[in-house]
């Protein structure tokens, strides 16, 4: 199990606090349930059409640990272009740029050349909202969503 070191990520928690207070955070999601795959998942529920497209970097993990890991103190954040030098001058190399926003209803995860996800996001959301857990808790189902 990973170990918290406490020193850092309150560094990392100070550093993504004074981005926000900069008003240079347009959408922030902790990886805490499900990793990277789910938070992004779930940040395009917001709106109808919003997708995304990523390119995982290599680090030497494999993309199935980058995609789902829930380790601690990672967040997922989006940044208006005109945003991203200020954004990245604050976090410096705490942060990596992994792709872009995109209005077309898709998520799409790229490693190397590998496709590693292309996605409907309101499959996505259906998925989500007619899970076991969500449907126990009472909440509407995908299709009532649409109507």
């Keep these: 199990m990973p170990k918290v070191?406490?020193?850092k990520a309150k560094e990392l928690y100070t550093l993504v606090s004074e981005a926000n207070d900069q008003q240079l955070i347009q959408s922030s999601h902790d990886l805490s349930d499900g990793g990277l795959a789910v938070a992004l998942a779930e940040c395009t529920f917001g709106r109808e059409g919003l997708g995304a497209s990523l390119?995982?970097?290599?680090?030497?993990?494999?993309?199935?640990?980058q995609l789902f890991s829930e380790s601690h103190?990672?967040?997922?954040?989006?940044?208006?272009?005109?945003?991203?030098v200020?954004?990245?001058?604050?976090?410096?190399?705490?942060?990596?740029?992994?792709g872009i926003v995109t209005n077309d209803g898709q998520l799409r995860v790229q490693h190397g050349s590998h496709e590693l996800l292309r996605a409907?996001?309101?499959?996505?959301?259906?998925?989500?909202?007619?899970?076991?857990?969500?449907?126990?808790?009472?909440?509407e189902p995908a299709e009532a969503l649409h109507q």
Excluded at 55 to 65: D, H, Q
Excluded at 73 to 84: G, L
Excluded at 86 to 98: K, V
Excluded at 121 to 133: E, M, Q
């Design 120 to 139: 409907s996001t309101h499959d996505l959301r259906a998925a989500w909202t007619n899970g076991p857990v969500n449907q126990t808790i009472g909440l």
């Design 86 to 98: 200020a954004f990245e001058s604050i976090l410096e190399d705490r942060a990596t740029r992994l």
């Design 5 to 7: 070191d406490f020193a």
């Design 55 to 65: 390119e995982l970097p290599e680090t030497g993990l494999s993309p199935v640990i």
């Design 73 to 84: 103190s990672r967040f997922v954040v989006s940044v208006a272009p005109e945003d991203v």
